[in-house]
């Protein structure tokens, strides 16, 4: 019976969800984004690193049809999550010039390629670390309290939806190619350093006036092309190690997460699972109309990302829509939107 209590009141959440955003209204006020290039809009493109997408072939199939710095042929599964919350347009990368007057009014991105939860490693990259990211924010909500009064910026800061996706370039950018690194500390301990600053992160966003917080687990990481490719040895399979590291990971992610929630009542704070859903397209491809997951389709789709995937790759495919992989490193539009989809009921929370 509380089973199918549950379900009916999921089914009535939904149901207003769509009834709101059928008559034009966002189901929140706003959408801010932290993290890394799975969710970087641009904020690396005028930046002195060598881990950018502001050139071709990305973007080709996004509405301009031009490279924006997303890290994808066309959107990013964060952008179809804010459509599907009802947004007409996408948070600005805040180092953007859209990022002024009222398009701030509607949420940031302040996500940064090559940024993990370590600053560290985005340090090692050229990219904005985490914690600059938060102060990012800080400096946001000065500028929004100036353009729509301290009561309207308090609304939106309390009741937007906040997005964090990191950890990924943490291990696979740094841990497992820094024998300074990996030699020092197992992959446990390596992930009590990591959410020893998910920990400070979230808090620090509470304080700042966050209540609603998503933060996306770890992807199958020895699924990604380059990961096999750099440490399958020689084989086309998933790379058992790194997958294996990712639920360590993702386990104790989901534990930081539950602590944080019993000492913050009022937080409501989601652990997006992206590892299982991603994984099921990579083991199950033709059940989502996908025909290729071992290869991306930029260049050879072994290795190419950022730099590497640009105008004068040879190989690049015509059409990604049965890629799962855009780059060696990235879902193409296609996956994104079906992980989008997967993840939508997981956040239910975030909008009851």
């Known amino acids: 019976m509380e089973s199918i209590s549950i379900m009916v009141l999921l089914a009535f959440q939904i149901w207003f969800c769509i009834v709101r955003i059928s008559h034009g209204q966002s189901i929140v006020p706003g959408v801010m984004i932290f993290g890394d290039s799975v969710v970087d809009t641009g904020n690396n493109n005028n930046r002195l ?22 890290f994808c042929n066309g959107k990013l599964a964060t952008d179809f999550t804010v459509e599907n919350l009802g947004f007409s347009s996408y948070p600005p990368a805040y180092f953007s010039s859209e990022a002024q007057g009222e398009n701030l009014l509607y949420g940031a991105n302040f996500a940064s390629a090559a940024s993990g939860y370590w600053d560290k490693t985005a340090v090692l990259y050229g990219a904005v670390p985490l914690t600059q990211q938060l102060r990012n924010f800080e400096e946001y909500q000065d500028r929004i309290k ?13 009741e937007s939806i906040y997005l964090l996706s990191a950890g990924s370039s943490d291990y696979v950018q740094n841990y497992y190619i820094n024998p300074l690194i990996n030699i020092l500390k197992t992959p446990d301990q390596f992930a009590e350093l990591l ?3 998910f920990d400070s992160f979230v808090k620090n966003l509470y304080n700042l006036g966050a209540r609603r917080i998503g933060v996306t ?26 997958n294996s590291d990712a639920i360590g990971f993702n386990y104790m992610l989901k534990a930081a997460a539950e602590a944080l929630k019993k000492s913050h009542p009022d937080l409501k ?18 059940k ?27 190989g690049t495919c015509s059409n990604a829509s049965g890629y799962v992989f855009w780059d060696s490193f990235h879902p193409s539009e296609a996956a994104n939107k079906a992980l989008a989809g997967a993840l939508l009921l997981q956040g239910i929370e975030l909008i009851s």
């Not at 690193?49 to 049809?65: E, I």
């Not at 100036?146 to 309390?158: F, H, M, P, Q, S």
């Not at 997006?272 to 990579?282: A, E, K, M, R, S």
């Not at 071992?294 to 730099?307: F, P, Q």
């Open 146 to 158: 100036a353009i729509a009064g301290e009561e309207n910026a308090t609304e939106l800061i309390r």
């Open 49 to 70: 690193t060598l881990v950018k997408a502001n050139f071709p072939p990305y973007g080709r199939d996004f509405g301009s049809h031009l490279p924006t710095g997303r």
């Open 195 to 197: 959410l020893q600053s």
């Open 217 to 242: 687990s770890l992807a199958p990481l020895g699924c990604l092309p380059a990961s096999i490719t750099l440490f399958g040895e020689g084989k086309n399979d998933c790379v058992t190690r790194l």
């Open 288 to 314: 989502y109309g996908f025909f290729e997951t071992r290869k991306a389709c930029c260049g050879t789709g072994t290795i190419e990302t950022s730099l590497l995937c640009n105008a004068i790759s040879v």
């Open 269 to 286: 704070l989601v652990v997006f699972d992206i590892y299982n859903p991603l994984l099921d397209l990579v083991q199950n491809p033709s």
